[in-house]
T-cell receptor, first 113, second 114 residues
């Protein structure tokens, strides 16, 4: 799986958009970008994933650059409950034996009042 | 719908003791995983299973054994606990499919080995 690089920490004001970047310059054509978050040592929670088109769901938006070497997770209106560690993970899109989630250090997002 | 349930939530062991962590999922998922997370670190895969009766090693399998006798349960065993195994353990599951599916995680088991 391609390696990802994320900032160690970020701050965001409550109510503002939080933009979390991720670099994955060695991503392959068959690899997807996944985002999970972990709130205060709870189990990680799936947020969103995408291949090359921008994606949006009820939690967030995912913007992937045209060359797919980087992406940005956008939380449109951050709340205090969005304070968490956010993990950007790149993996192949299909299930097979050994195709597991590989977690790096993630970005610690602090949403402030 | 309980999702993924881990038992126990907390445990303190003495060095050399053994114990088993239980993970149960009620979503009929084929794939199950055990991760550990040390303070300030990301999750690391210990063992995983792609179906009942099958298991495989992950990134950090030494000192652990697993079993998947029933589809809904995935057990993680520590035969002789060591202080280096002090960690938070997470179980996860997802369903089999052509494309990757969302993984669901339990709330974790906090293990301290003294």
């Amino acid at each position: 799986d391609a390696k990802t690089t994320q900032p160690t920490s970020m701050d965001c004001a409550e109510g503002r958009a939080a933009n979390l970047p991720c670099n994955h310059s060695t991503i392959s054509g068959n690899e997807y970008v996944y985002w999970y978050r972990q709130i205060h040592s709870q189990g990680p929670q799936y947020i969103i994933h995408g291949l090359k088109n921008n994606e949006t769901n009820e939690m967030a938006s995912l913007i992937i650059t045209e060359d797919r070497k980087s992406s940005t997770l956008i939380l449109p209106h951050a709340t205090l409950r969005d304070t968490a560690v956010y993990y950007c993970i790149v993996r192949v899109g299909w299930n097979n034996a050994g195709n597991m989630l590989t977690f790096g250090g993630g970005t610690r997002l602090m949403v402030k009042p | 719908n309980a999702g993924v349930t881990q038992t126990p939530k907390f445990r303190v062991l003495k060095t050399g003791q053994s114990m088993t962590l239980l993970c149960a999922q009620d979503m009929n998922h084929e794939y199950m995983y055990w991760y550990r997370q040390d303070p300030g670190m990301g999750l690391r895969l210990i063992h995983y299973s792609v179906g009942e009766g099958t298991t495989a090693k992950g990134e950090v399998p030494d000192g652990y054994n697993v079993s998947r006798l029933k589809k809904q349960n995935f057990l993680l065993g520590l035969e002789s606990a060591a202080p280096s195994q002090t960690s938070v353990y997470f179980c996860a599951s997802n369903r089999q499919g052509v494309m990757n599916t969302e993984a669901f995680f339990g709330q974790g088991t906090r293990l301290t080995v003294v």
